[in-house]
């Protein structure tokens, strides 16, 4: 099994920066992807970006592309999400998430994707 704890989330003006962490433990060595999934209140979980495991292709929602970066450190078991230029509506709480299986393109972006989930992270943006 595999554990994941989400850390970083806050109360941030609108234009600043967060940077989200998502520690993985357990059997590690069995993850092929990792991602960045936000909930807002009363609206449906939506993917934000995606990483495999072991570097190569990212991906990113179209709402956050050029402001968000999502990285991971190998060493630590480790993905964060850098978020700069916020705005009101990335108000959400943010989860991790990860799986072992292969996936490509847009359907990595599934929720369904996902066997492994974080308890979430809240990010409030302040106007």
């Known amino acids: 099994q595999v554990q994941l704890v989400e850390s970083g989330g806050g109360l941030v003006q609108v234009g600043g920066s967060l940077r989200l962490s998502c520690a993985a433990s357990?059997?590690?060595?069995?993850?092929?992807?990792m991602a960045w999934f936000r909930q807002a209140p009363g609206k449906e979980r939506e993917p934000v970006a995606r990483?495999?495991?072991?570097?190569?292709?990212?991906l990113y929602s179209d709402s956050v592309k050029g402001r968000f970066t999502i990285s991971r450190e190998n060493a630590k078991n480790t993905v964060y999400l850098q978020m700069s230029s916020l705005k009101p509506e990335d108000t959400a709480v943010y989860y991790c998430?990860?799986?072992?299986?292969?996936?490509?393109?847009?359907?990595?972006?599934?929720?369904?994707?996902?066997?492994?989930w974080g308890q979430g992270t809240q990010v409030t943006v302040s106007s």
């Open positions: 998430a990860a799986d072992r299986n292969y996936c490509s393109g847009s359907e990595c972006f599934r929720t369904a994707e996902y066997e492994y």
């Open positions: 357990g059997r590690t060595n069995i993850l092929y992807h």
């Open positions: 990483t495999a495991w072991s570097g190569g292709s990212t």
